[in-house]
């Protein structure tokens, strides 16, 4: 590996990547190192990632500028060929359970003999040791042992399981920036290392800070992140919108402008945040009552005059697709679909730099498509 120069543009072109993974965590977790100009060879079984059956849309949302390679490493020839290959990589990515590289030959140990810089990043459910190590799982699992549904939620409510994969995705944030930490040491001192990332506890490094503090709570409803005033309150119509005013100034506007149509706000016992928090659940459902009698349509017009913290609550993609606010910034974009497919739209690299990043440099690769450029001879580093 060679450092990278000072004015190397896009950040990661200096870094070399093999990933072994497969589905969502590994595939976000390389996506990110591929976006910012990491050169990322998806090492795929003859089969290819489930993902591209199951889910092609998705999976070309998390292989966009990856390459390709088939490669059987189950297969002796397959394994020999993938040491061959490491001499020339600085990280290799698995999703693996704990153990199955090594029954494999291709464990920590192994690879360091062909590449002693070389940075094995492990993604895992449970991490490389420990009782639940060997556990099969899924993000709910790992959001049940996380402390995820131990943060207070709302006044009387339960906390629900979101779509989003939570702990697939902030485990895979931390590994894709903790590889570049380890391959950035590795190249200061020629030595890799092993990276245990445990999805469980990604999700948990996320949930603590809201969680634990109810550990000294005789009633974890008297947590003060758990208001009255922070949610979402369904309208007239049927829709839904989301209100939060933290700020004493918020709720003051809110009140003022709405006290002679509600006597209810009619008051200033709700003013300070200490008094909002102490009677959560009164202003639960004093603002539940409000929100009820207009349609979203009349809120969208008081409350965008009035200058407070909310939002429609988008239940639908095209919602979101349709904002002005991502129109304007680009976050979404359309790229081809499969042949015979309407165009696919994707989100963009989620922070913008003044150098620029093309992010949308190459689509998701065909099953192996680039196998004979990955296996062929690579050009020396400079």
């Not at 359309?334 to 990043?357: K, S």
Request: proline fraction near 9%; hydrophobic fraction near 40%; include cysteine.
């Amino acid at each position: 590996m060679t450092a990278p120069a000072p004015d190397a543009w896009p950040p990661l072109g200096w870094l070399r990547v093999l990933d072994l993974t497969r589905l969502l965590p590994g595939g976000f977790a390389t996506q990110i190192l591929a976006d910012l100009g990491a050169d990322v060879v998806k090492i795929e079984p003859p089969g290819g990632d489930p993902l591209r059956q199951v889910a092609p849309e998705t999976f070309a949302a998390l292989n966009r500028n990856k390459r390709s390679a088939v490669l059987d490493i189950v297969r002796p020839e397959g394994r020999s060929t993938l040491l061959d290959l490491l001499p020339e990589y600085d990280v290799v990515i698995e999703s693996h359970r704990p153990g199955v590289l090594d029954r494999l030959g291709l464990g920590f140990t192994e690879l360091r003999r062909a590449n002693p810089r070389v940075v094995l990043c492990s993604l895992s459910g449970f991490g490389q040791s420990g009782p639940y190590a060997e556990r099969p799982g899924h993000d709910v699992n790992f959001l049940a042992l996380s402390g995820f549904f131990a943060v207070p939620n709302r006044p009387g409510g339960r906390t629900d399981r979101p779509g989003v994969r939570v702990g697939d995705l902030a485990g895979s944030m931390y590994a894709a920036l903790c590889v570049v930490v380890a391959a950035q040491h590795a190249s200061a001192t020629g030595a890799g290392q092993h990276v245990d990332v445990s999805l469980h506890e990604a999700a948990a490094a996320w949930a603590g800070p809201l969680a634990l503090p109810t550990l000294n709570l005789h009633d974890p409803a008297d947590s003060p992140v758990l208001t009255g005033d922070n949610d979402v309150f369904t309208t007239r119509d049927g829709r839904r919108l989301s209100f939060a005013t933290f700020e004493d100034k918020f709720w003051r506007a809110f009140r003022d402008r709405l006290a002679n149509e509600f006597p209810a706000l009619a008051t200033d016992a709700y003013d300070r945040r200490a008094d909002r928090t102490r009677h959560k659940d009164a202003v639960s459902a004093l603002l539940t009552e409000v929100f009820a009698t207009r349609d979203l349509a009349a809120w969208t017009e008081v409350l965008g005059e009035l200058d407070v913290p909310w939002a429609p609550v988008y239940d639908k993609p095209q919602d979101l697709v349709d904002d002005p606010h991502v129109r304007a910034r680009n976050l979404v974009t359309t790229v081809p679909g499969a042949p015979g497919e309407q165009r696919w739209h994707q989100i963009r690299f989620p922070v913008l730099f003044d150098a620029g990043l093309d992010c949308h440099r190459a689509p998701a690769p065909a099953l192996g498509e680039h196998t004979a450029e990955v296996l062929a001879p690579m050009e020396p580093r400079s």
